[in-house]
């Protein structure tokens, strides 16, 4: 019998796709999911709203909230007396503060404006309902 190849050389071989899975498609039903999705929820809505970001600016929130989420563990357990890795604490610290000034630290109006069109309905929507009173 020979000896099994390791398995990423098998797969390389066999032609067999890695599954590479994206925040949309984890279990939200962990807490630290639920932690990453409420923090990637507040910083998308403190840049104005989902429909006002770029890809990038969607692809940079998300990491932001994964350090966010996994910092804030890590302070916990550091305070019920497990040991910090400081190197690497203060190395995410640093990314998330570069992530965060990329994308900007001052919450962003939402706009609000409605086109010509929905302008104009109401507009006429309120004219005819003053007309029928």
Wanted: proline fraction near 5%; hydrophobic fraction near 40%; glycine fraction near 4%.
């Amino acid at each position: 019998m020979s000896p099994r190849k390791p398995a990423k050389e098998r797969r390389s071989r066999k032609g067999i796709k890695v599954f590479l899975p994206s925040l949309a498609q984890l279990d939200r039903r962990t807490r630290a999911a639920q932690l990453v999705f409420e923090r990637r929820s507040r910083l998308i809505s403190d840049l104005g709203g989902e429909d006002r970001l770029s890809c990038a600016q969607i692809a940079l929130i998300e990491k932001a909230a994964v350090m966010d989420t996994w910092l804030e563990a890590t302070s916990a357990a550091w305070l019920k007396g497990e040991p910090l890795d400081v190197s690497s604490y203060t190395t995410t610290v640093n990314a998330l503060n570069r992530t965060l000034q990329l994308l900007g630290l001052r919450r962003q109006p939402k706009d609000v404006t409605p086109d010509l069109k929905s302008y104009l309905a109401s507009k006429a929507a309120v004219a005819a309902d003053q007309a029928a009173a």
